[in-house]
């Protein structure tokens, strides 16, 4: 490796070429950035900062060219900083080249034409090698699309992209008066300051280089790069140069565009890192979120060929993961009802023991029955200790081991290994009997303003047990029977001790069901509320046909009969 100190002018002089690998991130500053950057230079240009300013590292590897070609340098670090300056090089050049002073014109446009041949282009070459920097695929266009139309003089760049808003910010600021005397920005100066005062430590390490190593240094530490970033450089670092952008395009991309068509830049990252850790777990291995990028490189720490077939497998299982948690992804109906219940119960910790069951199913090893079995059971599982008030915080532990411990119990059969081996658990662990479950149904008020979905996906589920005809709780809310404001009426219904059977029953489950009407409802006597209830389509309030009185006993008797059902929704 060869660190030195330049100026931008020595980095981009020449016939070279600075390549951003085809796995870096686009181009991803913002306007804040930019104005960081001008306020910088400004101060450069009048002085008020002297000498030279230090930018910052570019760090390259040096990348096998031809003898009548460019010297071509993969950017490792810093691709951010680079892309930023020539943009604005650009912008200058265009701002020389259309400036309306004649007493400059000739200056101005020598000025121009050594900024385009000279730090912009490698003049006599062709095709890619033309630009002395080449971003991202996905960038290059709009990059491209600049540098080709400062050539051929049109004004007009295709409006789109970080890129074009780049350089429209910089032609705007090269134009604006500067300074309280609003004085015109001496565009031959400006430059000079561009190109001479601007200094970076240019780090170059040669092919046989580790340039892992080199980016895990700079970045790991720092909080620029997501883990699903460092991860990607890393395996493609690894990967030998021929290979990259085919793995690239056939396998890579179409799972980062996949995570990116569900969410913002920001999610889309964490929610990938969030997929290697539950596909790094799904055997039992213990991995902080923290070191997922740590785990996977020690993973992956081996040879060429057995890197692609690693990166398959991690693609294999990421897409996995994202049919289990984007489930309108899955393609079969039947698991796709599944996967959504899951989600809506917020029970995702059990997607890493799910991986494996998805592997399985998709190897034909296990049926659409079984693994419909096998989902029923989960959600059994974390339904009953819900209502049994059982901590979560065991449920990743759980679950990072529960594959092996079920092909322990029965290696030929997944459905009878993980019955058996949930019902074996106790303590944090348990799976709690139908007699606890109970018990816990009829008593335990459910109802918060925190549980509000979870609540409507238990009555919603009892309600689709009693009737073919599907419930959709986006159109309902939940309606306490016995109001949440007791008016007179209601105090006399409920007798003598109605401030505790109110305390201790407003909201369990016996005095709660599903209604579209329940601005109407309120705190309406209990005989006014029948007569809505029983106009619904919901099939839970049907109970209400016969009953003349809601107090504590209707309460507790209506419970009893729900968890009945319950029982049968959510088996052990």
Same mark, same amino acid.
């Given at each position: 490796?060869?660190?030195s100190e330049?100026?931008?002018r020595?980095?981009l002089e020449?016939?070279k070429?600075?390549?951003?690998?085809?796995?870096?991130r686009?181009y991803?500053w913002?306007?804040?950035?930019?104005?960081?950057?001008w306020?910088?230079?400004?101060?450069l240009y009048? %002085?008020?900062?002297?000498?030279?300013?230090?930018?910052g590292?570019?760090v390259?590897?040096?990348?096998?060219?031809?003898?009548?070609g460019?010297?071509?340098?993969?950017?490792?670090?810093?691709q951010?900083r680079?892309?930023?300056l020539?943009?604005?090089?650009?912008a200058m050049q265009?701002?020389?080249?259309?400036?309306k002073n004649?007493?400059f014109? &000739?200056k101005?446009?020598?000025l121009?034409?050594?900024l385009?041949d000279?730090?912009?282009?490698n003049?006599?070459? &062709?095709?890619?090698e033309?630009?002395k920097?080449?971003?991202?695929?996905?960038?290059?266009?709009?990059?491209?699309?600049?540098?080709i139309?400062?050539?051929?003089?049109?004004?007009v760049?295709?409006?789109?992209?970080?890129?074009y808003?780049?350089?429209?910010f910089?032609?705007?600021?090269l134009?604006e008066?500067?300074?309280?005397?609003?004085?015109?920005l001496d565009?031959a100066?400006?430059?000079?300051?561009?190109?001479?005062?601007?200094?970076?430590?240019?780090i170059t390490?040669?092919?046989q280089?580790?340039p892992?190593?080199i980016?895990?240094?700079?970045n790991y530490?720092g909080?620029?790069l997501?883990?699903a970033d460092?991860v990607? %450089?890393?395996?493609?670092?690894?990967?030998p140069h021929?290979?990259?952008e085919e793995?690239?395009?056939?396998k890579?991309?179409p799972l980062?565009?996949?995570?990116?068509?569900?969410m913002?830049?920001?999610?889309?990252?964490?929610e990938?890192t969030n997929?290697f850790?539950f596909?790094?777990?799904?055997?039992?291995e213990?991995?902080?979120?923290?070191?997922?990028?740590?785990?996977?490189?020690?993973r992956f720490?081996?040879t060429? %060929?057995?890197?692609?077939f690693?990166?398959?497998e991690l693609?294999?299982?990421a897409?996995?993961y994202q049919?289990?948690k984007?489930?309108?992804?899955?393609p &079969?109906v039947?698991?796709?009802?599944?996967?959504e219940r899951?989600?809506?119960?917020d029970?995702?910790?059990?997607h890493?023991?799910?991986l494996n069951v998805?592997?399985?199913?998709e190897?034909?090893?296990?049926?659409?029955?079984?693994f419909?079995?096998?989902?029923?059971?989960?959600?059994?599982y974390?339904v009953?200790r819900?209502f049994?008030?059982?901590?979560?915080r065991?449920l990743g532990?759980?679950?990072?081991?529960l594959?092996?411990?079920?092909?322990?119990?029965n290696?030929?059969d997944l459905v009878?290994?993980?019955?058996?081996?949930?019902?074996?658990?106790?303590k944090?662990?348990i799976?709690?009997s139908?007699?606890e479950?109970r018990e816990?149904?009829?008593?335990k008020p459910?109802y918060?303003?925190?549980?509000i979905?979870r609540v409507k996906?238990?009555l919603?589920s009892?309600?689709d047990?009693l009737?073919k005809?599907?419930?959709?709780?986006?159109?309902?809310t939940i309606?306490?029977?016995?109001p949440q404001?007791l008016n007179?009426?209601w105090?006399?219904m409920?007798?003598?001790?109605?401030s505790?059977?109110h305390?201790e029953?407003?909201?369990?489950l016996? %005095?709660l069901?599903?209604?579209?009407?329940n601005?109407e409802l309120?705190?309406k006597?209990f005989d006014?509320?029948?007569?809505?209830y029983l106009?619904s389509n919901?099939?839970?309030n049907?109970?209400?046909?016969?009953?003349?009185?809601?107090?504590a006993?209707?309460i507790?008797?209506r419970a009893d009969?729900?968890a009945d059902?319950?029982?049968q929704?959510?088996?052990?």
């Open positions: 490796m060869k660190a330049t100026t931008l020595n980095l020449g016939t070429q600075f390549q951003i690998p085809l796995f870096q686009p991803s913002t306007k804040e950035k930019w104005e960081t950057l306020e910088d230079l400004i101060k009048s %002085n008020e900062v002297e000498g030279s300013y230090f930018l590292a570019i390259t590897q040096s990348i096998p060219g031809t003898a009548d460019i010297s071509p340098y993969l950017v490792i670090d810093g951010q680079l892309i930023t020539t943009i604005l090089l650009a265009y701002t020389l080249k259309h400036d004649k007493q014109k &000739e101005y446009q020598k121009a034409g050594e385009y000279k730090i912009l282009t003049q006599y070459k &062709e095709g890619e033309f630009y920097v080449l971003p991202t695929k996905e960038d290059s266009g709009n990059y491209q699309n600049i540098i139309k400062l050539e051929k003089d049109r004004t760049v295709e409006k789109k992209g970080r890129i808003e780049a350089y429209e910089f032609k705007k600021q134009k008066p500067i300074f309280e005397e609003e004085l015109a565009l100066k400006f430059k000079t300051v561009i190109l001479e005062r601007l200094l970076l430590v240019n390490s040669d092919e280089d580790n892992y190593l980016f895990e240094s700079l530490k909080q620029e997501s883990q460092l990607r %450089n890393y395996i493609f670092m690894r990967l021929e290979r990259r793995i690239y395009r056939e890579w991309l980062q565009e996949e995570f990116k068509a569900n913002a830049q920001k999610e889309y990252a964490n990938l997929s850790w596909y790094l777990r799904k055997d039992g213990p991995v902080s979120e923290k070191e997922v990028y740590k785990a996977i490189k020690n720490d081996t060429h %060929n057995e890197i692609e690693k990166l398959e693609v294999q299982f897409n996995y049919r289990l984007f489930y309108n992804k899955e &079969e039947k698991l796709r009802r599944w996967f899951l989600v809506c119960l029970f995702t910790t059990c890493i023991f799910l998805y592997h399985e199913y190897q034909k090893k296990l049926s659409l029955q079984e419909e079995t096998i989902l029923r059971y989960l959600e059994s974390f009953r819900w049994a008030e059982i901590s979560t065991s532990t759980v679950f990072n081991n594959y092996r411990e079920v092909k322990t119990a290696p030929n009878d290994g993980l019955r058996t081996v949930l019902i074996g658990y106790e944090t662990k799976w709690p139908d007699e479950f816990k149904f009829v008593t459910v918060s303003s925190t549980n979905n996906f238990i919603a009892l309600a047990s009737s005809e599907k419930v959709d709780p986006q159109n309902l309606e306490h029977i016995m404001k007179p009426q105090k006399a409920l007798e003598q001790n109605y505790q059977v305390k029953l407003l909201h369990s016996g %005095n069901t599903l209604t579209a009407y601005g309120g705190n006597p006014e509320k029948k007569s809505i106009q919901v099939s839970l049907k109970y209400f046909q016969n009953i003349t009185h809601w107090n006993d209707e507790k008797q009969k729900l059902i319950a029982i929704v959510w088996p052990r």
